[in-house]
């Protein structure tokens, strides 16, 4: 799986819009960018994910660049229940039952 | 939320007892997996489930086993616990191998005194 590179942390006020970038300079052309995201003491929660097109679902938007190297989620009204660490994931299509490979992720931190 | 969970949600055993873990999902998912979680070491993959039956070795398999007798349900077994497996562990589901995305349940959090 290609790596991903994220900020360590991040803050963003209650309300606005929350951006949070990923380097993946090495994704190959049949991998996809998926995000999840952990809130303290839970399971890791699927956001979003996408191969080439920018993707939206009732909880982020998800920007790739045109040459696929960096992607920014965002999450368009934050409120403090989106404090948690958010993870920026590539892996192939019909990848099989390969794990996950989670990295340090962001640590998204919302302030009232 | 897909629905998956897990039992039990906390425990505490000794040094060299069996435990067991158990994940169950309705949502009739193929695939299902057991990782574990450690400060440090992010996520890692156990082992997992293709099938009733069919089960692989993943990352840091070494002292887990698991069985799959139904769809629903996936065991995690630690023979002879040790303090090194204290961990939180979670489930996780997906459809099929070609669809990628996998649900996580919440979690069961596991100390080996």
């Known amino acids: 799986d290609a790596k991903t590179t994220q900020p360590t942390s991040m803050d963003c006020a209650e309300g606005r819009a929350a951006n949070l970038p990923c380097n993946h300079s090495?994704?190959?052309?049949?991998?996809?960018v998926y995000w999840y995201r952990q809130i303290h003491s839970q399971g890791p929660q699927y956001i979003i994910h996408g191969l080439k097109n920018n993707e939206t679902n009732e909880m982020a938007s998800l920007i790739i660049t045109e040459d696929r190297k960096s992607s920014t989620l965002i999450l368009p009204h934050a409120t403090l229940r989106d404090t948690a660490v958010y993870y920026c994931?590539?892996?192939?299509?019909?990848?099989?039952?390969?794990?996950?490979?989670f990295g340090k992720g962001t640590h998204l931190i919302i302030q009232p | 939320d897909a629905g998956i969970t897990q039992s039990p949600r906390h425990k505490v055993t000794e040094t060299g007892t069996p435990v067991t873990l158990r994940c169950h999902q309705t949502e009739n998912h193929r695939y299902m997996y057991w990782y574990r979680q450690d400060p440090g070491h992010g996520l890692r993959l156990i082992h997992y489930?293709?099938?009733?039956?069919?089960?692989d070795k993943g990352e840091v398999s070494d002292g887990y086993s698991v069985s799959r007798s139904k769809t629903e349900d996936f065991l995690l077994t630690l023979e002879s616990a040790t303090s090194s497996q204290t961990s939180v562990y979670f489930c996780a589901i997906s459809e099929s191998g070609s669809t990628d995305t996998q649900y996580f349940g919440p979690g069961t959090r596991l100390t080996v005194l």
């Open positions: 489930s293709y099938g009733v039956k069919d089960t």
């Open positions: 090495t994704i190959s052309g049949n991998e996809y």
């Open positions: 994931i590539v892996r192939p299509s019909g990848g099989g039952a390969d794990g996950l490979t």
